[in-house]
Every structure is written in structure tokens, then in C-alpha cells.
T-cell receptor
């Protein structure tokens, strides 16, 4: 089955700096890649997603890039703010009917 | 619009006992999926229910089971609890579920189970 690896497991940045989280997937048939943000005491929430026919997608300060050849995708957060502090999960899905496979998460801390 | 509601939020059990967790999805959502979250393991898929039918199952032992009612509310049950079952159990609802090629998942806040 699909395997998703996520790095780093923890990341600490200064407020205003950029943060990058990287994920690799194993199944070349995967075609949907969402990112979820989990704040303390809450359930994960979708923040951005990308399909395999697109190389990059942006939404204000966050962006996701996808390299299908290398089978990896990344989350980029620019101008980080303290409210960006959370655990971020990447995920991959192969096809209709297939389950979503999550990475192990990255705990991001933004220092004020 | 009310979100996904999970009950209870916290519970403590001892080894060998069984536990039932409940999840009420967003109104109109017919799919409910369950995940186990542990430190270092991320979110592990347990199973998905859609219109009262189990549509997908993860790699968990038979001690983990679930069901969905006609109003889309779902329950999961863990029998013969082990120490390793201590985790945050999250449920997520969605419109089309895993059959949708994309399909945003809306998660509840989870039920934190501690097994002593």
C-alpha cells in the first residue's frame, strides 16, 4: 500500500521567517495530496490541497509544490506568525475509493 | 452549521475492558471515517462507513469494530483493551467519503482513551 514519509518531525522558526515541510510518497498512482493543520486540542483541518495535474498551488501565505517524478510534495509557509504554530500532516490518496494515507506529522513552533 | 461531535472527550479504562466511542457527523454528510492518532505514528486509518456500510478497513485487529446508524451517526468499539490502544481517536465526516477522488475530511476534536 501507499507509504507517506514526512520531514522534519519538529521545526522551530522565528516569526516572519519561512517554514518548509516535505513529504514523499511511494505509490506513483497517487493523485491527490492534501495538507491538514492540527491545533492543540483540536482535530486536523484542511488548509490546502493539490492534484497531480498541477505543480504548484498558493493560498495567501501558504503554498504547496508537487514533483511527480520524484514523488515528493512540500508545504511552504511564508511570513510565519505565532498562530501558525501547530502540527501539520501531509497525506496522499491514490484513487476513488482508496483511503487517505497520512504522514507522521510535523510540529511547527513559531517563536515571537 | 454544527461541526463533528465526538463523545466522550476523555476516558480511562483498564486492560481487558471494552470501550465504545461515538461520532455525530456534520448534517448531510453520509461518510464517517475513524483514525487512531499516537505520537510518532501520525493518523492511522481504522475504517470508513458510508450509508451504514463499511466501505474501507485499515490494518487493525478484529478487536476494533464500528457501525453506522441510519442518521449517519457512528460508533466504534474496542474490545479487550490493551495498553497500546491508548491514543486519540478521531472521526471525520465528509460528503462523498473515500469514493470521492478528493473530498475534504472534517474532523472532530477526538476521544482521548487511556488504558491502564
Amino acid at each position: 500500500g501507499e507509504n507517506v514519509e514526512q520531514h522534519p518531525s519538529t521545526l522551530s522558526v522565528q516569526e516572519g521567517d519561512s517554514a518548509v515541510i516535505k513529504c514523499t510518497y511511494s505509490d506513483s498512482a497517487s493523485n491527490y495530496f492534501p495538507w491538514y493543520k492540527q491545533e492543540l486540542g483540536k482535530g486536523p483541518q484542511l488548509i490546502i490541497d493539490i492534484r497531480s495535474n498541477v505543480g504548484e498551488k498558493k493560498d495567501q501565505r501558504i503554498a504547496v509544490t508537487l514533483n511527480k517524478t520524484a514523488k515528493h510534495f512540500s508545504l511552504h509557509i511564508t511570513e510565519t506568525q505565532p498562530e501558525d504554530s501547530a502540527v501539520y500532516f501531509c497525506a496522499a490518496k491514490k484513487s476513488s475509493g482508496d483511503k487517505l494515507t497520512f504522514g507522521t506529522g510535523t510540529r511547527l513552533a513559531v517563536r515571537p | 452549521k454544527a461541526g463533528v461531535t465526538q463523545t466522550p472527550r476523555y476516558l480511562i479504562k483498564t486492560r481487558g475492558q471494552q470501550v465504545t466511542l461515538s461520532c455525530s457527523p456534520i448534517s448531510g454528510h453520509r461518510s464517517v471515517s475513524w483514525y487512531q492518532q499516537t505520537p510518532g505514528q501520525g493518523l492511522q486509518f481504522l475504517f470508513e462507513y458510508f450509508s451504514e456500510t463499511q466501505r474501507n478497513k485499515g490494518n487493525f485487529p478484529g478487536r476494533f469494530s464500528g457501525r453506522q446508524f441510519s442518521n449517519s451517526r457512528s460508533e466504534m468499539n474496542v474490545s479487550t483493551l490493551e495498553l497500546g490502544d491508548s491514543a486519540l481517536y478521531l472521526c471525520a465526516s465528509s460528503l462523498g467519503g473515500l469514493a470521492s477522488n478528493t473530498g475534504e475530511l472534517f474532523f472532530g476534536e477526538g476521544s482521548r482513551l487511556t488504558v491502564l
